[in-house]
């Protein structure tokens, strides 16, 4: 067993003598907006609800995208009801939509979803808070859904996993070896609960030991050496409920799937001086051989309500056994710094990192929400979603990789900011991270759920995506002066964008249109260059990205 602790002088002192670094590297990357559900979308509690993976579909390779969302309370007959629930997307390998839609899982908060394979079938295990009224239904549970071509279908609902009167986080996390649920009872402590693919076939619910005060708690199966030896272990990341401290601990996999605790082994913890933790993120290599890995994101913050002062620090503390290091500082995980700022903001966004391993699990990229100004959107305090990436691939110590400070999304969002990041690498044997995000919009509820795939080996969030190629939607002339037109294919809603190659929105509009009605976009303040047109219409299935030159 070791400790790691993050002493007053590394929060208040290095970190507070770092430099501020501002993300400088725009991304071109299209947002694609996920199923429309009707009426207004919460963001998920979870930062981890969205995630994707290769299936074997009706039309053969598929994607199957899924992203969870928490749903305001509305009243039905003078009694309030909650609308959460789940969206699904398949697609193409060329990401042309086949099918979307969506469930409702009502009174859920805290979604977490990931998908898993059994026996040649997918699906998808949900978790989460139910927040009813009735106190002796209220508690945390799961949820077991098959996916075929008519979408989402029911195994079992409503799998009791522990009453709680209070809202506690709850985590989920699957890979070909099994499956795993954490979840926080306040003022009881935090469970694990572990499973067999086969038939989602769980164990006992677990109580960690001398847990009672710990908050906040994430999950992952790591295969391979180190820690309890025994080749699977859950790490498992939480706070102490004063937010001030954070610990990550083991428990061997197979002791939880048979309702024991006896390998719970603390393995790192960290205190700060004062400023406040968000809730850790830990994730592992979904599949690997060699000795104990495993990352965290986790990130400080303090505000100053008078003085509106905000100061951020963000880092991943990263564990590689690989890395031989100098004897004994080996044994300990890596710290790296990855930002610290300080600005001022009439009110504050915690960052709330998320974190992945790439499929070669030599590379991890840490995202989070920011409202500092950056080179791409300078003079606003709005939320963004920046990442960075670090090198992890145990020749030598974990550092962030030069030039990798990049932004997500180039359209800022303050209504609803949430930011979701696929922790399944080569479970889901998809090339490439999900990410997944809220982005304003000028209509009610004033926000979307957008995502976008980066590609592994792209160092930033440029790189091209797979988008579907609409042959009956042609925009003209190209190259363009002052006008570009389109003729819509078909009735529906069209979002129409133009983004410089810097990454710089110059134009968005959303219409209603008719089919055969001509779209024109006039651009006599345009400079010239070259620009990506993005034009996308869900009820007719138009995903289209095209490159323009204005003269």
Not at 8 to 16: I, P, S, Y
Request: glycine residues 8%.
């Amino acid at each position: 067993m070791y400790k790691h602790l993050l002493h007053a002088t590394l929060l208040g002192g290095m970190l507070g003598s770092m430099t501020p670094v501002l993300a400088q590297t725009p991304s071109i990357m299209p947002d694609i907006q996920l199923p429309a559900v009707p009426g207004p979308v919460l963001r998920p509690e979870n930062s981890s609800s969205s995630t994707m993976q290769l299936i074997n579909g009706a039309s053969g390779v598929e994607n199957l995208f899924i992203h969870s969302w928490d749903g305001p309370v509305t009243s039905v007959n003078g009694l309030p009801e909650y609308h959460s629930g789940i969206a699904w997307r398949v697609t193409d390998v060329n990401g042309s939509t086949i099918n979307e839609d969506f469930i409702y899982i009502k009174h859920a908060k805290d979604i977490d979803a990931v998908i898993y394979e059994d026996g040649g079938a997918y699906f998808v295990l949900a978790a989460y808070y139910l927040d009813v009224s009735d106190p002796t239904l209220r508690g945390h549970y799961y949820d077991i859904y098959k996916f075929d071509a008519s979408g989402l279908s029911p195994v079992s609902n409503l799998n009791l996993l522990t009453l709680s009167p209070n809202f506690g986080r709850i985590n989920v996390d699957a890979t070909v070896y099994g499956l795993a649920i954490t979840w926080c009872v306040p003022g009881t402590g935090i469970y694990v609960k572990a499973g067999d693919l086969a038939g989602a076939n769980f164990g006992p619910d677990v109580l960690l030991p001398n847990t009672s005060t710990r908050v906040d708690p994430d999950i992952c199966i790591r295969r391979g050496g180190g820690g309890s030896g025994t080749g699977l272990d859950l790490q498992i990341a939480f706070l102490e409920n004063s937010l001030t401290q954070f610990f990550e601990y083991r428990v061997p996999f197979y002791d939880v799937l048979s309702g024991s605790s006896a390998g719970f082994t603390q393995e790192m913890a960290g205190s700060s001086p004062g400023p406040k933790f968000c809730p850790p993120r830990i994730d592992c290599p979904d599949k690997w051989g060699g000795e104990q890995r495993w990352a965290i994101a986790l990130a400080g913050y303090e505000y100053n309500s008078s003085t509106n002062v905000a100061t951020e620090w963000v880092y991943a503390i990263v564990k590689n056994e690989d890395w031989p290091g100098v004897p004994p500082l080996f044994t300990y995980p890596t710290m790296v710094d990855l930002s610290y700022v300080t600005y001022t903001t009439s009110w504050f966004q915690p960052p709330n990192p998320v974190i992945a391993y790439n499929n070669q699990q030599n590379e991890i990229t840490v995202g989070w929400m920011t409202k500092q100004q950056t080179a791409v959107i300078p003079g606003t305090n709005s939320v963004k979603y920046v990442a960075k990436d670090v090198k992890d691939d145990g020749a030598a110590m974990p550092a962030v990789i030069p030039g990798s400070y990049n932004m997500i999304s180039n359209a800022p969002c303050d209504v609803m900011p949430v930011l979701a990041f696929s922790g399944q690498d080569l479970h889901s044997n998809f090339d490439g991270l999900h990410v997944a995000f809220s982005e304003y919009v000028p209509y009610a509820p004033f926000y979307n759920i957008k995502y976008k795939d980066r590609k592994w080996g792209l160092s930033t969030f440029k790189g091209a995506a797979k988008m579907e190629v609409t042959q009956n939607l042609q925009v003209s002339p190209n190259p363009f002066n002052n006008t570009l037109s389109f003729v819509a294919t078909g009735e529906g809603n069209y979002t129409i964008s133009l983004t410089s190659l810097e990454g710089r929105v110059v134009y968005n509009h959303k219409e209603m249109l008719t089919a055969g009605q001509r779209f024109q976009v006039n651009t006599p303040g345009l400079a010239a260059g070259t620009y990506m047109m993005h034009i996308v219409s869900p009820e007719n299935k138009i995903n289209k990205m095209e490159q323009l030159v204005k003269f």
